[in-house]
């Protein structure tokens, strides 16, 4: 294909209506690439732009799944991935981490904090797909 020419390839992502997913982003452009991707499942989509806002609205809002990034301000993700993990209410809800950090110990580190699954940037809508998939259907 020529260049640019993914964006017009169809994404197999899964239909998600009445789900919600809360994107636990600080980097303005991953977070509009992420909730682009996400509005194509019909999921109800909520965001924070911090980790210790992102602990916060998973508190109030209770979402059926957690994308989140690892490095984050005021509260990183690991604290927010242990803070659910460690919460009666938020435990069982899946985290999925989205982050550029793909190295074996990187991602044993993420998995021990409390993540469920991991997800690489920069975002490969298959491999989204995959852990959207996995965890809500």
Do not use: H, Y
Request: with cysteine; glycine share 8%; net charge negative.
């Amino acid at each position: 294909p020529s260049e640019g020419a993914t964006e017009l390839e169809p994404v197999d992502l899964p239909d998600l209506p009445g789900k919600t997913i809360l994107v636990i982003e600080d980097n303005p452009d991953n977070l509009l690439a992420i909730t682009a991707l996400l509005s194509e499942t019909g999921a109800e989509i909520a965001t924070a732009g911090d980790g210790q806002a992102g602990l916060l609205q998973t508190r109030k809002i209770r979402p059926d799944l957690v994308l989140l990034d690892i490095q984050l301000p005021i509260l990183s993700g690991m604290d927010v991935a242990k803070g659910m993990k460690s919460d009666a209410e938020l435990k069982t809800i899946p985290i999925i981490a989205v982050t550029a950090s793909v190295m074996k110990g990187d991602r044993d580190d993420i998995l021990a904090a409390g993540c469920d699954d991991f997800v690489a940037k920069p975002i490969n809508p298959a491999d989204l797909g995959r852990a959207l998939r996995k965890w809500l259907l």
